[in-house]
């Protein structure tokens, strides 16, 4: 069973960034596909970024796209997602999920594609 720690959330103004950080407890060298949602109360899970087992594929969803950038570190084991010039809207319960069957190319867009997920964190934009 693999589980994600998600950290990075907090409260900051419009305009501001921040940095999630997503890291599996997995040995270094362990590659996933990768993504990240967000969710506020009563909706459902909004696909935000997404990578590809093997890296070599990203999708962002139009809200976020220019905005926020997906990444992983070079051990493969903690993945990022950083978001610059926040907007009040992109205020919610942000969640990273890992997958590791399919294609290696494939970049998963749905939740019900990823078999693990962290914790969530709160990311609060508000001047």
């Known amino acids: 069973q693999v589980q994600l720690l998600e950290s990075g959330g907090g409260l900051v103004q419009p305009g501001d960034s921040l940095r999630l950080s997503c890291t599996a407890s997995t040995p270094s060298g362990t590659a996933y596909a990768m993504g990240w949602f967000r969710q506020a109360p009563g909706k459902e899970r909004e696909f935000i970024a997404g990578m590809s087992y093997r890296g070599d594929r990203l999708v962002y969803a139009d809200s976020v796209k220019g905005r926020f950038t997906i990444s992983r570190s070079s051990t493969k084991n903690t993945g990022y997602l950083q978001m610059n010039t926040l907007k009040s809207e992109d205020t919610d319960i942000y969640y990273c999920?890992?997958?590791?069957?399919?294609?290696?190319?494939?970049?998963?867009?749905?939740?019900?594609?990823?078999?693990?997920w962290g914790q969530g964190t709160q990311v609060t934009v508000s001047s």
């Open positions: 999920a890992a997958d590791s069957s399919g294609s290696v190319h494939e970049v998963k867009t749905t939740p019900g594609m990823y078999a693990y």
